[in-house]
């Protein structure tokens, strides 16, 4: 009887410590790449018509304010420069453009395990932003953020399973040179991850010093256009239907590059971009299919994201409204398109218009970036540690959001129906002749861990249990993570010599 008894001990320790190991790649319940598109709130005739009012609106409006070099490059590939100065897209051009454009890009990271290959309907979420606060959760506070929070939240998203890539989602106010913040926001993202990383331009002549600087990262212009590991996030319109001349000089310059560009139209609906949901749709397919356009005259076929952006305003007052069930909508909306033209896209969710990682930025986050991953939209921007309508940022949030996209994941991974999640011949076995229960059972332990996600720091304790542990706070266990994760040094950080090459070549202000 005691060696049965220690058998089964054996066992069930045996068990326990498989469970507490981590999970090979393949057998994770969710992953980076998860096929979404089960939602879809537009009907084949309403993508019809977005794309008709998409096309009546490129060629009947046209896009103003374009530089020299994209006129000549618009109008060189069939574009019609109008006395008014605007630049009109004939249909034919658009739907050429479409049918040759680059339909699968994989935006790679510095580690090769972190490639995002973007098609068809797989999902994978990121951060991204441009906050001007850091939010402190524990003082509940916002202050300026600087370039050691920049590096700091590369370095918390490196080690967080569900946070597949790195946009960068702060600005570094404590430096006011602009070159040097551009190229000190690449240095302090890309010293804190080996994921992909996202990055600004200031202006066009800055992008040569930035190229100089992954040139050294990479080990040489070959290596780095084998594996370009970051891209740009260029704003090239104004919305409404304005090229941003300056950022198109950016985008010419970065492809020239090879740096993969994402094309960021960002209109406010009630503002700069129609009021109701359709309409601001049709106006972000518009400017980014110009941009389509614009990037396939200078290099036919270069890495572009699709980058529908537009957002949500309350008319009331005229705020933005990243957190409402309308910007849920017109993300999902836009993933629906970008499917419909069969292009790798991205957009907006997860952002909290709550000041804080509190219950309200619960159902904010929560609600927008279900819906995005559930349409199939191959980048989810902003999908943590975003508050205030973008305008504050939270290392802890940060944590936060990891385990709320793991169970975002979760709903996009959807239901297995095959025999054997069937269970018919368990349900056999359990009912006749067995306990009567599934605890316990080889199929239940079997597949524990690869049909459930578990929160690291959601509390699924009793009222009773949790008293007994001391009623653990949940900011306080993201803020606990986040001082374990920045007491170690950084598993992305540059190699001593090429670290001191890069400081003697560029002013980088992080302290060694």
Known sequence: MTQKTQSRSGGRSARRAARAAPLAAHLRPVRPGLSGGQYRPLTAADMDNIHAAALDALEQIGLADAPPSGIALLTGAGAVLG???????????????????NRSVTLMGRDPAHDLHLSGHRVHYGTAGAAVHLVEAEGRNYRECGVQDLHDAARIADVLDNIHFVQRPMVCRDITDNLEMDLNSIYACCSGTTKHVGVSFTDPQFVPHAVEMLHMIAGGEDKWRERPFISNTNCFVVPPMKFATESCQVMEACIAAGIPVLLLSA??????????????????????????????????????????????????????????????LLTSGCAQMHKYYDLPGGAAAGIADSKLPDMQAGWEQMCSNVMAGLSGLNMVYEAAGMHASLLGFCHESLILGDDLIGQALRCVRGIEVTDETLALEQIREVCIGGPGHYLGTEQTLGRMQADHVYPTYGDRTSPKEWDELGKPDLIAKATARKEEILAQRSAARFDPQLDAQLRARFNIHLPA
Not at 93 to 100: F, G, K, Q, S
Not at 271 to 290: F, H, K, M, N, R
């Open 83 to 101: 006395g008014d100065g605007r630049i009109r897209f004939p249909r034919a051009l658009v739907e050429d453009t479409i049918a040759r454009a």
């Open 267 to 328: 209109g406010m609906a009630g503002a700069t971009a129609p009021s109701t949901i359709a309409g601001a749709i049709v106006q972000a397919c518009a400017e980014c299919l110009a941009g389509l356009v614009y990037v396939n005259a200078v290099k036919p076929g270069h890495p572009a994201v699709f980058g529908t952006w537009p957002f949500g305003l309350d008319l009331r007052t005229g705020a933005m409204t990243g957190g409402s069930g309308e910007q849920a």
